[in-house]
């Protein structure tokens, strides 16, 4: 894929026993960026933006990437315990929390658990609700690339992410990332009934960013959080897929950056 310009610093901290990859660039307030159900890529365009003026803290969650898998993990409220502690093994306070796609209900777990480590919420795409209407879809019916593949406005945006063909490193970053995801997410798929009522205690501006086209989270999804959550907004990128950080990666930037400055 497309890379950006390699601006940041790896390193693995240590959370419950587990090895955690993170990546880190830029300075200023931090903004906890959590990946796809597909797996963090790397260091994408989305995080060379917001690293003008943000420290990007962009950690493999664990089970993904580089990062250990917990073997117990069966939920992705697991994950959100684990990466609560992340952050404060981090020390970052005054966090603004992005979570993209599946990253994003873990971040909405994670802000019913302890909204006092956050400054900022955005849900990108984010399941966890079950949809009013139409269906989240399942990666799991289909090859791993025609998934990826839906979260594009059309071929030709995917093609300018990825090329004609994905390499090789990121084809199999999606295979090793669809087992864990099948482990976290399978009964019922991709929702929790329980976290619609914990998110009516939310008070944390957040901002929800939705692909207008986007069809492997219904939009319903984005109205859900909107009327779950008391202190949202809802920001529909015109013509953008699910993939929007990677289509609009201006756009989605300079949203996170005037949230997390008016939060």
Same mark, same amino acid.
């Given at each position: ?26 300075? *200023?307030?931090?903004?906890?960026? &959590? ?5 963090? =890529? *790397?260091?994408? =365009? &989305?995080? %060379?933006?917001?690293?003008? @003026? ?75 609700? @079950?949809? %009013? %209407? ?29 090329? %004609?063909?994905?390499? @090789?490193?990121?084809?199999? &970053? ?30 944390? =501006? ?15 999804? *984005? ?41």
């Amino acid at each position: 894929m497309a890379a950006a310009t390699e601006s940041f610093t790896d390193q693995a901290i240590e959370v419950a026993g587990l090895k955690v990859r993170v990546m880190q660039g830029g300075r *200023g307030s931090p903004v906890v960026v &959590l990946h796809h159900s597909t797996g963090g =890529p *790397g260091w994408i =365009p &989305l995080f %060379e933006r917001l690293s003008a @003026q943000h420290t990007v803290v962009a950690p493999d969650m664990p089970g993904y990437g580089q990062s250990e898998r917990p073997e117990w993990a069966r939920e992705p409220r697991d994950l959100a315990i684990l990466m609560n502690a992340a952050i404060d093994r981090l020390g970052l306070t005054g966090v603004t929390l992005v979570g993209l796609g599946f990253g994003g209900f873990v971040a909405a777990e994670m802000a019913t658990m302890n909204p006092s480590r956050l400054k900022a919420l955005v849900l990108v795409g984010a399941p966890g609700l @079950q949809p %009013e %209407e139409g269906e989240i879809a399942d990666q799991m019916m289909v090859d791993y690339e025609d998934y990826v593949k839906a979260g594009f406005r059309d071929e030709a945006a995917y093609t300018a992410v990825f090329g %004609e063909t994905a390499a @090789q490193d990121i084809k199999t &970053l999606w295979d090793f990332s669809r087992e864990m995801t099948a482990r976290l997410t399978w009964k019922p798929y991709m929702f929790n009934r329980r976290l619609a009522p914990l998110l009516k205690e939310v008070r944390t =501006p957040t901002l929800i960013v939705w692909g207008e086209k986007d069809a492997v989270v219904p939009p319903a999804c *984005g109205r859900q959080y909107k009327r779950a959550l008391p202190n949202a907004r809802l920001e529909v990128v015109a013509g953008a897929g699910h993939l929007v950080e990677l289509e609009e990666a201006d756009r989605v930037a300079k949203l996170i950056a005037a949230h997390a400055a008016q939060a």
